[in-house]
C-alpha cells in the first residue's frame, strides 16, 4: 500500500447534490479496493501508477477558522473514499475534521463500511441530525470478500445497532443490487431493527469495471451471463421492475413505508424502518436537472458531483 501526505488549501467541498451543501473526503484513494467502486476512475487525476486501493493520499489542511459559517448546512462524508477506512485509525484525518468542525452547528452524514467509525460515535452525537449509513449489499461473507476488503457484513450491522442504540439515525445503504445474487430482503430483515432508513440502489456498469464485474459474473456465476446481458447490454428494466414490485409486497406486509427516489422520510426509533428504491437513474437523473425536492442524487447524478470533486481537488491541492 502506497501512501503519501498530501497538503491541500482545503477539505470542504461545495457540492451541487441535494444530499448535501458540502463534499468532504479526507483521503484520496480507498484500501477498500471494491471491484465495483464509482469513484476508481479517480485514478486517473491522482498520478498513481498503483492500481485503485494500493494507494492512499492523506489530506492535510489548515484548521479550519469561524466554523460557525458552517451552521445550518450539511457535510457529507466519504462521497469518493471511506472516511474510517484503516488508515484512519493512524492517521486520524476523519477525527480531526470532526472535531475542528463541532459545535457550529453544521450537520454531518457519513458514508461508510467499517466500524472504525465508533470510535468517534459520542463525537458524531453532537452534531444536530448525524446519520451514519452503512454500505451492506450481501449477507454472504465468501461474496463480500470477493468484492471488498471492508470489515465483516456481522461488523458493520454490530456497529449500525451502536449507533442506533445511541440515538443515532442510521441507513442501511444496499447498494450496488447484484443482480441474481443479492438478497435486499435478508438484509433488511438482518438491519430493520437497527436503522431508520433502507436505501436501494441498483448494480451500475460503467468505465473499466463494467468489464471487470461482467468477466467475473462469467466466471464465477456463468448461469447469470444471460440476465447480465439483457440487463446491462439489451437495457431491459424488467428486472428491476420485478424487484420493485417484490419490495412493494415484502414491505407492506412487514409494515414498512415504501418510497422512490425520496429520502425525506425516515422512520421513528423503534419503528420499522422506511425504505427507498433508487432504481430508475435515468429518471432521477431528469428529475434532478429540474431541481426536484427529493435527494435525486445518490444515482447517476454521482458523477457529476465526483467530477466537481476531482476538480476542486485538484485546484486546491498545494
Given at each position: 500500500?502506497?501512501?503519501?501526505?498530501?497538503?491541500?488549501?482545503s477539505?470542504?467541498?461545495?457540492?451541487?447534490?441535494?444530499?448535501?451543501?458540502?463534499?468532504?473526503?479526507?483521503?484520496?484513494?480507498?484500501?477498500?479496493?471494491?471491484?465495483?467502486?464509482?469513484?476508481?476512475?479517480?485514478?486517473?487525476?491522482?498520478?498513481?501508477?498503483?492500481?485503485?486501493?494500493?494507494?492512499?493520499?492523506?489530506?492535510?489542511?489548515?484548521?479550519?477558522?469561524?466554523p460557525?459559517?458552517?451552521?445550518?448546512?450539511?457535510?457529507?462524508?466519504?462521497?469518493?473514499?471511506?472516511?474510517?477506512?484503516?488508515?484512519?485509525?493512524?492517521?486520524?484525518?476523519?477525527?480531526?475534521?470532526?472535531?475542528?468542525?463541532?459545535?457550529?452547528?453544521?450537520?454531518?452524514?457519513?458514508?461508510?463500511?467499517?466500524?472504525?467509525v465508533?470510535?468517534d460515535?459520542?463525537?458524531?452525537?453532537?452534531?444536530?441530525?448525524?446519520?451514519?449509513s452503512?454500505s451492506i449489499?450481501?449477507?454472504?461473507?465468501?461474496?463480500?470478500?470477493?468484492?471488498?476488503?471492508?470489515?465483516s457484513?456481522?461488523r458493520?450491522?454490530?456497529?449500525?445497532?451502536?449507533?442506533?442504540?445511541?440515538?443515532?439515525?442510521?441507513?442501511?445503504?444496499?447498494?450496488?443490487?447484484?443482480?441474481?445474487?443479492?438478497?435486499?430482503?435478508?438484509?433488511i430483515?438482518?438491519?430493520?431493527d437497527?436503522?431508520?432508513?433502507?436505501?436501494?440502489?441498483?448494480?451500475?456498469?460503467?468505465?473499466?469495471?463494467?468489464?471487470?464485474?461482467?468477466?467475473?459474473?462469467?466466471?464465477?456465476?456463468?448461469?447469470?451471463?444471460?440476465?447480465?446481458?439483457?440487463?446491462?447490454?439489451d437495457?431491459?428494466?424488467?428486472?428491476?421492475?420485478?424487484l420493485?414490485?417484490?419490495?412493494?409486497?415484502?414491505?407492506?406486509?412487514?409494515?414498512?413505508?415504501?418510497l422512490?427516489?425520496d429520502?425525506?422520510?425516515?422512520?421513528?426509533?423503534?419503528?420499522?424502518?422506511?425504505?427507498?428504491?433508487?432504481?430508475?437513474h435515468?429518471?432521477?437523473?431528469?428529475?434532478?436537472?429540474?431541481?426536484?425536492?427529493?435527494?435525486?442524487?445518490?444515482?447517476?447524478?454521482?458523477?457529476?458531483e465526483?467530477?466537481?470533486?476531482?476538480e476542486?481537488?485538484?485546484?486546491?491541492?498545494?
Amino acid at each position: 500500500m502506497e501512501i503519501k501526505e498530501l497538503p491541500v488549501k482545503s477539505v470542504m467541498t461545495k457540492s451541487n447534490l441535494p444530499v448535501s451543501d458540502y463534499s468532504v473526503n479526507p483521503y484520496v484513494g480507498c484500501s477498500h479496493a471494491c471491484k465495483y467502486c464509482y469513484a476508481s476512475f479517480m485514478k486517473r487525476f491522482t498520478k498513481h501508477t498503483e492500481p485503485w486501493g494500493e494507494f492512499i493520499d492523506v489530506k492535510y489542511w489548515p484548521e479550519i477558522k469561524h466554523p460557525e459559517k458552517y451552521a445550518g448546512k450539511e457535510a457529507f462524508l466519504g462521497s469518493v473514499t471511506d472516511c474510517y477506512q484503516p488508515c484512519e485509525s493512524k492517521y486520524g484525518r476523519t477525527h480531526a475534521l470532526l472535531e475542528q468542525l463541532q459545535g457550529s452547528g453544521i450537520s454531518i452524514s457519513i458514508a461508510t463500511k467499517s466500524d472504525l467509525v465508533l470510535r468517534d460515535l459520542d463525537l458524531i452525537k453532537t452534531f444536530p441530525n448525524a446519520r451514519v449509513s452503512f454500505s451492506i449489499n450481501t449477507l454472504d461473507e465468501a461474496f463480500r470478500r470477493e468484492m471488498d476488503r471492508g470489515v465483516s457484513i456481522e461488523r458493520r450491522l454490530a456497529a449500525m445497532k451502536q449507533f442506533y442504540d445511541a440515538g443515532v439515525q442510521t441507513t442501511c445503504f444496499i447498494s450496488p443490487i447484484f443482480p441474481g445474487i443479492t438478497d435486499p430482503m435478508a438484509i433488511i430483515d438482518a438491519a430493520k431493527d437497527r436503522c431508520n432508513l433502507v436505501w436501494l440502489e441498483n448494480l451500475n456498469l460503467r468505465g473499466d469495471y463494467r468489464v471487470r464485474i461482467l468477466d467475473w459474473i462469467h466466471e464465477k456465476h456463468p448461469e447469470l451471463d444471460d440476465l447480465y446481458r439483457e440487463i446491462y447490454s439489451d437495457k431491459s428494466r424488467a428486472y428491476w421492475t420485478l424487484l420493485d414490485a417484490e419490495m412493494r409486497e415484502y414491505t407492506a406486509r412487514e409494515g414498512m413505508s415504501y418510497l422512490r427516489d425520496d429520502d425525506q422520510h425516515r422512520s421513528a426509533f423503534g419503528d420499522p424502518p422506511v425504505v427507498v428504491n433508487y432504481f430508475y437513474h435515468e429518471e432521477v437523473k431528469k428529475s434532478a436537472k429540474n431541481k426536484s425536492s427529493n435527494i435525486n442524487g445518490i444515482g447517476e447524478k454521482r458523477l457529476d458531483e465526483i467530477m466537481q470533486v476531482i476538480e476542486r481537488f485538484v485546484n486546491n491541492a498545494e
